[in-house]
């Protein structure tokens, strides 16, 4: 039987019952915090095409982890973007023992113990053509020459204080190299967060804004996936937890729910997804224009992949969730006014009646009456 029995508005009718009955939820204890990470001291530098995202120097850096620790955020993903002078062709600046990424680990391990640190393992910010790897002669990227500076870099974050290590490249093999050179180095406990279905996307622009990382030449399709393949994914990711990835990724997410929903039935390790650049501008830059609700949008953004399947989102909003997840929803006005005329009606005291006053005995009847 269904109508009129079955109404299922009966638990729509306030914020209260929605809660109750709410079938995904987005936690602070879910979120992953970037930080782009920049030469010198005490800077601060805003992102252009990201509205509230900065290029901090280790220092300011370190504050930032302490404010993220603070909201109960668990963790933070770090990104190294030295100046250009410090670039070379295969970026080795990316395992130097006081690189950027090197020295903010150090700091942020010392400083905010019990913050979970991630390391972007890559080379993209640290090669002078913006590609993820060595470049041969034809101007491709050498898959197995890549891996041997993955493994050196990894190990390099490794000892520095990471947590966990993200190959971000699109490498084959990768997660397998850097496992071998990190159980080898002693570090068994360091675990891998794999960018397993990367996809080359366009949501990525201002990322690149953000870690000086554009292409010089060409693009990276080469090695990235192609974003009309959803079986290639789940096979990639396969591979990944085969070579011993502790977390797999899906990066971007808001076009990928369907990529994001397949992996989580494949596998069944931890499924990060990257709520990435370009899904967080272009709402920054619809919101600027009055034509959507930022906070609303990015909650519904977020919460649709947390229900696709992820159990993490790396996220450019981390520090504005971790407030308005905490915040309870307010019912409308009018049903305010109602919930309350309901109640006062229901507390209401009726006064009692005042007792009558007893009425006087008679008088005895007197004689001759």
Same mark, same amino acid.
């Given at each position: 039987m269904s109508f009129p029995i079955h109404r299922l508005r009966r638990?729509?009718?306030?914020? =209260?019952?929605?809660?109750?009955?709410?079938?995904?939820?987005?936690?602070?204890?879910?979120l992953i915090a970037p930080i782009f990470l920049c030469d010198g001291e005490g800077q601060r530098q805003e992102i252009p095409s990201m509205p509230g995202i900065y290029r901090y120097s280790v220092d300011a850096a370190v504050e930032e982890a302490k404010l993220l620790y603070s909201l109960k955020i668990p963790a933070v993903l770090l990104f190294g973007v030295p100046h250009e002078r410090r670039k070379d062709g295969v970026g080795k600046e990316a395992w130097a023992s006081d690189g950027l990424v090197q020295k903010a680990l150090r700091a942020m391990h010392e400083q905010v113990p019990g913050l979970v640190l991630i390391a972007d393992t890559c080379f993209c910010e640290y090669t002078e053509h913006?590609?993820? =790897?060595?470049?041969?002669? =034809?101007?491709?990227?050498?898959n197995d020459r890549t891996l041997e500076n993955l493994a050196l870099t990894a190990v390099s974050q490794a000892r520095s204080g990471a947590d966990l290590v993200a190959?971000?490249?699109?490498?084959?093999? +990768?997660?397998?190299?850097?496992?071998?050179?990190?159980?080898?180095?002693?570090?068994?406990?360091? =675990?891998?967060?794999?960018?397993?279905?990367?996809? +080359?996307? +366009?949501?990525?622009?201002?990322f690149r804004d953000a870690a000086d990382s554009t292409p010089s030449f060409g693009d990276r399709r080469q090695y990235q996936m192609d974003f009309h393949n959803i079986r290639e994914a789940v096979r990639e990711t396969e591979l990944d937890v085969e070579e011993g990835a502790d977390i797999v990724m899906v990066k971007p997410a808001l076009a990928y729910l369907d990529v994001i929903r397949a992996v989580r039935e494949s596998v069944h390790v931890p499924l990060a997804a990257y709520n990435v650049s370009g899904e967080f501008s272009m709402v920054k830059a619809a919101a600027k224009r009055g034509w959507i609700d930022e906070k609303r949008t990015a909650l519904e953004i977020t919460t649709g992949i947390k229900r696709a399947g992820a159990d993490l989102i790396i996220t450019y909003w981390a520090k504005d969730l971790a407030t308005w997840l905490e915040e309870l929803p307010a019912e409308p006005a009018d049903k305010k006014k109602e919930a309350a005329e309901a109640a006062k009606r229901a507390t209401k005291v009726v006064p009692a009646e005042a007792p009558k006053p007893p009425k006087p005995p008679k008088a005895p009847p007197q004689a001759g009456t």
């Open positions: 638990l729509r009718r306030s914020e =209260g019952l929605r809660r109750l009955v709410r079938e995904t939820h987005v936690r602070v204890g879910d913006g590609h993820c =790897g060595v470049l041969n002669a =034809g101007k491709e990227v050498q190959p971000s490249g699109m490498m084959d093999g +990768a997660v397998q190299a850097i496992r071998t050179a990190l159980d080898t180095q002693g570090f068994t406990d360091v =675990g891998i967060m794999a960018y397993s279905a990367k996809y +080359a996307s +366009a949501f990525y622009g201002p």
